[in-house]
């Protein structure tokens, strides 16, 4: 099976823009989790989705949103860009209450 | 609310050593507790999940085990090699949904 793929892989953003970035789960997957990972923060929950629904949500702002389409494919959305957004993005698929969890490459953000 | 330690935070070793990292966490109440590995600028790799009601799991030249108790987990990697270095990340899993709970990661350098 293929894994978990995220795109793109890279992204430079200027500060106010927005962003979206997409992620695509293992076959048969319908669980897809998003985190932020930074320096500072380390790894960070940001929302859940299963069946096209956010099932949990972390403590970030509302400028961070996501959603699920009906293939169980997810994306997330960060509007009005700051400069601390820079951080490495990652989804990961999972049936619900997974036993294991399985990670993408990342998104690697940066906000200029 | 579940907090997540790792000690040390950084270790290097020289090559052929067993080593021993350490996870706490604050609520004993869990689900599971898996162990990854992330190479930089990588995604997370699952190494082993141990589910509550289990004591430990094995793959390979690695060892989990889990003290709920006591909301201790341990990852022992015997006879460490240079390609073993990395961060390694414990992260544990309440329940009610597939959120992650992440430690603050172990930075291991093995030497040749």
């Known amino acids: 099976k293929a894994g978990v793929t995220q795109t793109p892989r890279y992204l430079i953003k200027t500060r106010g823009q927005q962003v979206t970035l997409s992620c695509s789960p293992i076959?048969?997957?319908?669980?897809v989790s998003w985190y932020q990972q930074t320096p500072g923060q380390g790894l960070q929950f940001l929302f859940e989705?299963?069946?096209?629904?956010?099932?949990n949500k972390g403590n970030f702002p509302g400028r961070f949103s996501g959603r699920q389409f009906s293939n169980s494919r997810s994306e997330m959305n960060v509007s009005t860009l700051e400069l601390g957004d820079s951080a490495l993005y990652l989804c990961?698929?999972?049936?619900?209450?997974?036993?294991?969890?399985?990670f993408g490459p990342g998104t690697r953000l940066t906000v200029l | 609310k579940q907090e997540v330690t790792q000690i040390p935070a950084a270790l290097s070793v020289p090559e052929g050593e067993n080593l021993v990292l350490n996870c706490s966490f604050t609520?004993?109440?869990?689900?599971?507790l898996q162990w990854f590995r992330q190479d930089p600028g990588k995604g997370l790799t699952s190494l082993l999940l141990?589910?509550?009601?289990?004591r430990e799991q094995t793959s390979g030249r690695l060892n989990a085990s889990l003290d709920k108790s006591s909301g201790r987990s341990t990852l022992y990697i015997a006879a460490s090699q240079p390609g073993d270095s990395a961060t390694y990340l414990c992260?544990?899993?309440?329940?009610?949904?597939?959120?992650?709970?992440f430690g603050t990661g172990t930075l291991l350098a093995v030497q040749p």
């Open positions: 076959s048969g997957h319908r669980s």
């Open positions: 141990i589910q509550s009601s289990q």
């Open positions: 609520d004993s109440a869990i689900y599971n």
């Open positions: 992260a544990v899993n309440g329940g009610a949904t597939n959120k992650l709970i």
């Open positions: 989705y299963f069946s096209e629904t956010q099932r």
């Open positions: 990961a698929s999972g049936q619900p209450r997974s036993d294991t969890q399985y």
